[in-house]
């Protein structure tokens, strides 16, 4: 698999400005139609008034458009949130930040505001460490292991009822169901199970230079207690094997690998295929393993806003306290969002407001 050219990742604002300008610039008559490097090899170009071409033109004009004014509309709410703060380096993030990718299943893609920022995946990292336990494992085991039941409680939150914790309890898009998934991931040790992880997550992005961001992974490590509290209950249950300390370490450097609004809008775009790259259409992962992701973003990627949000948006999605957010609307397009301020319950207050508007100018909802 080649990633595809011209697909920058982190701060190269070269690159930024010329794709920019390719993709977004006013004036289109000398390249009718911006390609994008995964654009489906099958789509056929026709031009001439009433053309397909013409149409797909309209449409381009119109999102670019669309996403502008909807940004704008969100800017006010990004100061309405709150940076997280108890990760120390989480908190040097700038409210100010505010931007949108979205990639098409046709291949068409198109941003606004800050989409080339990079910032801390964090929880977002869950569904791709859910997707490698079952690669490694199948379904079947990894379900045994960590439940599928919405917990409808905060992502940090010691969900053990009756003093017992039973796999039930866990759910893999929260702290501790996903520290238990953490212990399912092969590999001869914890180096090389992180480097599997990166892997992942640089095929799905179709991004070679996504990279752990060690200053977050330091400051997390240093200061993660509470994850410290849910791990060692796990071990205390009997839901975890290895080390306590190890298993952490792992988790904090997938909480820090470093992405961008683009880099989520092309792994969204994955799950939205149910498994396929969007340049090649080589298939990452098997179609099952699509819907038992996209069935749990829904249910749970949100945390105990994930009611709120299927209401409101109705897509899966995952949040982070990074203040990403991914978003998939199945067979047709992945988003990826950044807004560092965050709500009360750790998700981005400006971006959900954007998605909420997307959504309905779209008809996004799959409700
Ligand atoms: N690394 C964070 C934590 O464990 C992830 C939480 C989140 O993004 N919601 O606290």
């Known amino acids: 698999y080649h990633a595809p050219a011209g697909h920058a990742a982190g701060p190269n604002p070269q690159a ?114 859910l997707l490698l336990a079952l690669m490694d494992n199948g ?21 053990v009822t009756d003093q017992t914790l039973l796999s039930d309890h866990l759910n893999p898009m929260v ?14 040790s914890y180096e090389e199970k992180f480097q599997r992880l990166l892997e992942l997550t640089r095929k799905l992005a179709g991004n ?9 992974y330091l400051s997390e490590k240093h200061t993660g ?21 190890e298993v952490l370490d792992f988790y904090f450097k997938a909480c820090s690998i470093s992405v961008t609004s683009q880099d989520l809008a092309v792994i969204g775009s994955v799950l939205s ?36 949000f299927a209401v409101n948006v109705g897509v899966p999605a995952k949040s982070g306290v990074g203040g990403g957010i991914m978003a998939v609307v199945p067979t047709r397009m992945g988003i990826g969002i950044f807004s560092p301020g965050l709500d009360e319950k750790g998700n981005s207050l400006a971006g959900i407001q954007l998605l909420e508007r997307l959504s309905n100018r779209l008809y996004l909802s799959i409700f």
């Open 225 to 245: 207690y509470k994850n410290r509290a849910l791990a060692f209950l796990l071990k205390t249950y009997g839901m975890l094997e290895d080390d306590v300390e």
């Open 16 to 129: 930024a400005r010329g794709r920019c300008q390719r993709l977004s610039g006013a004036d289109h008559s000398e390249n009718p139609l911006p390609r994008i490097p995964w654009m489906r090899g099958n789509f056929k170009l026709r031009t001439g008034p009433g053309s397909g071409l013409h149409r797909e033109r309209r449409n381009e004009v119109y999102m670019e458009a669309l996403l502008e004014e909807l940004l704008e509309q969100c800017r006010p709410y990004t100061r309405q949130g709150k940076v997280a703060t108890y990760i120390p380096e989480l908190a040097k993030a700038n409210l100010d930040d505010l931007g949108i990718y979205v990639l098409r299943s046709d291949g068409q893609h198109f941003h606004a505001g800050d989409w080339n920022k990079p910032f801390a995946i964090q929880s977002v990292i869950k569904p791709i460490l």
């Open 208 to 216: 070679p230079d996504i990279q752990l961001d060690q200053d977050v």
């Open 139 to 159: 379904e079947e085991y990894v379900r045994s292991r960590v439940g599928v039941e919405a917990t409808g409680k905060p992502f940090d939150a010691i969900n």
């Open 273 to 308: 295929s149910h498994g396929t790259l969007p340049d090649s259409e080589e298939r990452v992962f098997d179609r099952e393993y699509g819907n038992y992701v996209n069935a749990i973003l829904m249910t749970c990627g949100m945390y105990d806003g994930s009611g709120a």
């Open 175 to 188: 702290n501790m169901g996903a520290i238990a998934i953490c212990g399912l991931i092969h590999g001869a």
